[in-house]
Nanobody, 124 residues
């Protein structure tokens, strides 16, 4: 069992930056690939970014490519999402997720563990 706890959300002006963190419990954190998803009001949950077990491979949604960076520190059981050049359309609840699957996936259905979410609000 893995528990995920996100932090770092908040209110920021357009063009600003935020860094989200996701702390994981459990000794097998390094065996999971990790992802970030987001859900805006009235919209479906969407993929944002994912990182492989070692951190060597990363994947991004086109909407955040070049602005967001996902990384992980397996020694600290933590995954990060650095968000730069934020836009009002980035406003959403951001969720951290972990997957036991052997192949990295961009689909929420492939993730087994979810955090409670952290609100990110970008004002124009």
């Amino acid at each position: 069992q893995v528990q995920l706890v996100e932090s770092g959300g908040g209110l920021v002006q357009a063009g600003g930056s935020l860094r989200l963190s996701c702390a994981a419990s459990g000794r097998t954190f390094s065996r999971y690939f990790m992802g970030w998803f987001r859900q805006a009001p009235g919209k479906e949950r969407e993929f944002v970014a994912a990182v492989s077990w070692s951190g060597g491979r990363t994947y991004y949604a086109d909407s955040v490519k070049g602005r967001f960076t996902i990384s992980r520190d397996n020694a600290k059981n933590t995954v990060y999402l650095q968000m730069n050049s934020l836009k009002p359309e980035d406003t959403a609840v951001y969720y951290c997720a972990g997957s036991r699957a052997t192949a990295i996936s961009l689909s929420a259905l492939s993730y087994d563990y979810w955090g409670q979410g952290t609100q990110v609000t970008v004002s124009s």
